[in-house]
C-alpha cells in the first residue's frame, strides 16, 4: 500500500512550506490537488497518482529521486524526474525548458503537466501571489498554456479541465489588469 505512505511522505516533506498566493496555504495542498486532478483520468493509476502527489519532491524539498525509488519504486522515481526542473539553470531556461520539452514526455508526465498547470492556474484565479502585478500574471497564464501545448491529444478529460481552468484564470487576471 504506497498511497498513504506517499500522502505521509509528502506532507513531511513539504512541511513548513506555503503556496505563493495571499491565502498562505500549507504547499501539501497544492499536491493533494494535482493528485485529486490527475485521478479523473480514466488512464489514472497508481503510480500517476503517486508521480502527482510527489511531483514536487526533489525540485523543492530535500528529497532524491533515489529515496523516491527505494519508498515507491523505480518507475515513481522516474515519472517524477520527468517532471522536474533543473534547479541549476535560471528560472527563465527553466520556464523555456518546459515549454521546449513538454511534447517530448510520457504520457503520464503529460497528465502530470495538465493537472499541475490546472491547480496553479485555479490559485492564480482564487489566491493570487501578492507581489505579482497584473503584467505577470497574465504572462504566468501564456507561458502554462504554450507548455501545455505540448501536453494536447493524449488525454481529453485532463484536457478539458485544463481549459476551464485557463479561461476562467484569463477573465481573472485580464479583468484585473
Ligand atoms: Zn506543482
Request: aromatic residues 4%; hydrophobic residues 45%.
Amino acid at each position: 500500500m504506497r498511497l498513504p505512505e506517499a500522502y505521509d511522505y509528502a506532507a513531511r516533506m513539504h512541511s513548513g512550506q506555503t503556496r505563493k498566493g495571499a491565502a498562505q496555504e500549507p504547499y501539501v495542498n497544492h499536491v493533494i490537488d494535482v493528485a485529486a486532478r490527475v485521478a479523473r483520468s480514466p488512464a489514472a493509476d497508481e503510480t500517476l497518482i503517486l508521480g502527482a502527489l510527489l511531483h514536487d519532491i526533489v525540485e523543492d524539498t530535500a528529497g532524491t529521486a533515489a529515496e523516491i525509488a527505494t519508498r515507491f519504486g523505480p518507475d515513481v522515481a522516474a515519472l517524477v524526474l520527468e517532471v522536474t526542473d533543473d534547479k541549476s539553470l535560471p528560472k527563465a531556461e527553466r520556464k523555456r525548458r518546459q515549454e521546449a520539452t513538454a511534447a517530448l514526455k510520457s504520457d503520464h508526465a503529460r497528465r502530470i503537466k495538465l493537472a499541475d498547470k490546472a491547480s496553479n492556474l485555479t490559485a492564480l484565479a482564487d489566491s493570487p501571489p501578492v507581489h505579482w502585478n497584473a503584467a505577470r500574471r497574465v504572462e504566468y497564464v501564456a507561458w502554462a498554456e504554450r507548455v501545455i501545448g505540448g501536453c494536447r491529444g493524449i488525454d481529453p478529460v485532463l484536457e478539458a479541465a485544463f481549459d476551464a481552468a485557463a479561461l476562467r484564470a484569463k477573465r481573472v487576471v485580464e479583468g484585473a489588469a
